[in-house]
């Protein structure tokens, strides 16, 4: 079952994405717009079905957990993937603006693991940051570089064939994305019984590798056609929308609570790689082949960490 909400989320994902992409271009909205609504929060489709569902059936620890695997990994593993094969570099606005804010959000996560719950009034705050955060950026992002980029995020995402055909794509990958969230959520209970383990591992793990796997292939056919900082604007911006977004629109579902482990462990550690990330980049504009060696490495040893933990 895990397995299979792997491939149904990545492909519904995937499809739902470009179908929303298609359809806003046909309707002759702006590349920039589409770039910081859609393809920013599209990417983040598999992340929100998953968490919510989990609310819905009273596994909290899955709904956040994924969110904070799901941030580590695009850190380490996603980003460490695309360094490996191809270094990059990435441009100011990206890395100072986009990656301050995922840090100040990281810590505005560490802060609710301390006050130990993510209730309905906050989820309505953090549904309200992304929105400021996402009009900051349309009113701040007119530079050639920043256009340049949306540009081509649009033309990566496209269906060919038109309107209808974009529409069908769309609504064929929100089906997708909904029951390939619930058998992925179901699976990862199922395994976290049979292994004895907690949920919330599962979600750090296994569940945030798949809902993560549609910004690895996107991030690494990216960096093979040569827009990596396209595929890292769109990281950075998917880390964002996981905490204000998602885990506001899943606190409206249903309150949740952070357990102790969660906000002792997994959520600093979310920050420290958030931290590492854009020390990696700061240091040349980019990150080299021996930076993405390093993220890869350090995935593996906290993945080895949480179920030895």
Same mark, same amino acid.
């Given at each position: 079952m895990l397995l299979a909400g792997f491939i149904v989320l990545g492909l519904a994902g995937e499809a739902l994405l470009r179908g929303a992409v298609t359809l806003a271009s046909a309707l002759r909205v702006s590349p920039l717009v589409i770039g910081l609504t859609i393809i920013a929060f599209g990417t983040s489709a598999p992340e929100l079905t998953v968490s919510i569902s989990a609310a819905l059936n009273g596994q909290p620890d899955i709904s956040i957990g994924n969110v904070v695997g799901s941030n580590i990994a695009n850190i380490l593993l996603v980003m460490g993937a695309m360094a490996v094969v191809s270094p990059f570099f990435v441009n100011r606005g990206t890395l100072g603006r986009d990656g301050g804010f995922m840090f100040a959000v990281s810590?505005?996560?560490?802060?609710?693991? *301390?006050?130990?719950?993510?209730?309905? &009034?906050?989820?309505?705050? %953090? !549904? /309200? =940051? $992304?929105? #400021?955060?996402?009009?900051?950026?349309?009113?701040?992002?007119?530079?050639?570089?920043?256009?340049?980029?949306?540009?081509?995020?649009?033309?990566?995402? *496209?269906?060919?064939?038109?309107?209808? &055909?974009?529409?069908?794509? %769309? !609504? /064929? =990958? $929100?089906? #997708?994305?909904?029951?390939?969230?619930?058998?992925?959520?179901?699976?990862?209970?199922a395994l976290a019984r049979q292994w004895g383990i907690s949920e919330a591992v599962i979600a750090l793990s296994l569940v945030a590798i798949g809902t993560s796997l549609p910004e690895l292939a996107v991030s690494l056919?990216?960096?093979?056609?040569?827009?990596?900082?396209?595929?890292?604007?769109?990281?950075?911006?998917?880390?964002?929308?996981?905490?204000?977004?998602?885990?506001?629109?899943?606190?409206?579902?249903?309150?949740?609570?952070?357990?102790?482990?969660?906000?002792?462990?997994?959520?600093?550690?979310?920050?420290?790689?958030?931290?590492?990330g854009l020390v990696f980049m700061a240091s040349n504009r980019g990150m080299s082949r021996l930076e993405g060696g390093i993220s890869l490495a350090l995935y593996a040893a906290y993945m080895g960490f949480i179920f030895s933990a």
């Amino acid at each position: 079952m895990l397995l299979a909400g792997f491939i149904v989320l990545g492909l519904a994902g995937e499809a739902l994405l470009r179908g929303a992409v298609t359809l806003a271009s046909a309707l002759r909205v702006s590349p920039l717009v589409i770039g910081l609504t859609i393809i920013a929060f599209g990417t983040s489709a598999p992340e929100l079905t998953v968490s919510i569902s989990a609310a819905l059936n009273g596994q909290p620890d899955i709904s956040i957990g994924n969110v904070v695997g799901s941030n580590i990994a695009n850190i380490l593993l996603v980003m460490g993937a695309m360094a490996v094969v191809s270094p990059f570099f990435v441009n100011r606005g990206t890395l100072g603006r986009d990656g301050g804010f995922m840090f100040a959000v990281s810590i505005l996560l560490l802060l609710l693991g *301390l006050y130990g719950e993510i209730d309905q &009034v906050v989820g309505i705050l %953090l !549904l /309200l =940051g $992304i929105v #400021g955060f996402s009009f900051y950026l349309y009113t701040t992002a007119r530079d050639a570089e920043d256009q340049a980029e949306a540009e081509a995020g649009v033309d990566e995402n *496209l269906v060919p064939g038109g309107p209808l &055909v974009a529409a069908l794509v %769309l !609504l /064929l =990958g $929100i089906a #997708g994305v909904v029951g390939g969230a619930e058998l992925m959520v179901d699976g990862a209970v199922a395994l976290a019984r049979q292994w004895g383990i907690s949920e919330a591992v599962i979600a750090l793990s296994l569940v945030a590798i798949g809902t993560s796997l549609p910004e690895l292939a996107v991030s690494l056919v990216a960096a093979i056609r040569g827009h990596a900082g396209l595929a890292v604007g769109n990281i950075i911006g998917s880390n964002i929308s996981n905490i204000l977004l998602i885990l506001g629109a899943t606190a409206l579902v249903a309150p949740l609570p952070i357990s102790d482990m969660l906000a002792a462990r997994d959520i600093p550690i979310m920050v420290g790689v958030a931290g590492l990330g854009l020390v990696f980049m700061a240091s040349n504009r980019g990150m080299s082949r021996l930076e993405g060696g390093i993220s890869l490495a350090l995935y593996a040893a906290y993945m080895g960490f949480i179920f030895s933990a």
